[in-house]
């Protein structure tokens, strides 16, 4: 009898971990649509850019927050887990970028 690659489990995917991974993609694309409109406008940016930017944060730091949470459940599938810990620390790298230019003038 030919062996199919069947599993059978009762894993599922953490729910945290797919907030996480939501959280983290809406974000990093509020992120991203803010420095491209930023930059369309000469690099003159409105405020509401810069609240975009504050809520990428709170976002970004409750997603890092629910992905580490969800990786630490037992028997559970991660890998909403880790796309939201990736996206999440990508978000806050190109926030620290920008307060980083932004205080540097690069």
Same mark, same amino acid.
């Given at each position: 009898?030919?062996?199919?690659?069947?599993?059978?489990?009762?894993? *599922?995917?953490?729910?945290? @971990?797919? &907030?996480?991974?939501?959280?983290?993609?809406?974000? %990093?694309?509020?992120? !991203?649509? =803010?420095?491209?409109?930023?930059?369309?406008?000469?690099?003159?940016?409105?405020? *509401?850019?810069?609240?975009? @930017?504050? &809520?990428?944060?709170?976002?970004?730091?409750?997603? %890092?927050?629910?992905? !580490?949470? =969800?990786?630490?459940?037992?028997?559970?599938?991660?890998?909403?887990?880790?796309?939201?810990?990736?996206?999440?620390?990508?978000?806050?790298?190109?926030?620290?970028?920008?307060?980083?230019?932004?205080?540097?003038?690069?």
């Amino acid at each position: 009898m030919a062996r199919r690659g069947y599993i059978f489990t009762d894993k *599922k995917e953490s729910k945290q @971990g797919i &907030l996480s991974s939501v959280l983290g993609a809406l974000s %990093l694309a509020s992120l !991203i649509a =803010a420095v491209y409109l930023t930059f369309q406008n000469q690099g003159v940016a409105p405020v *509401k850019y810069g609240v975009v @930017g504050l &809520l990428c944060l709170i976002f970004s730091g409750t997603g %890092l927050t629910l992905g !580490i949470l =969800a990786r630490m459940e037992e028997d559970k599938f991660y890998l909403f887990a880790w796309v939201g810990i990736v996206l999440n620390l990508l978000t806050l790298a190109g926030i620290s970028f920008i307060l980083y230019a932004g205080a540097y003038g690069l």
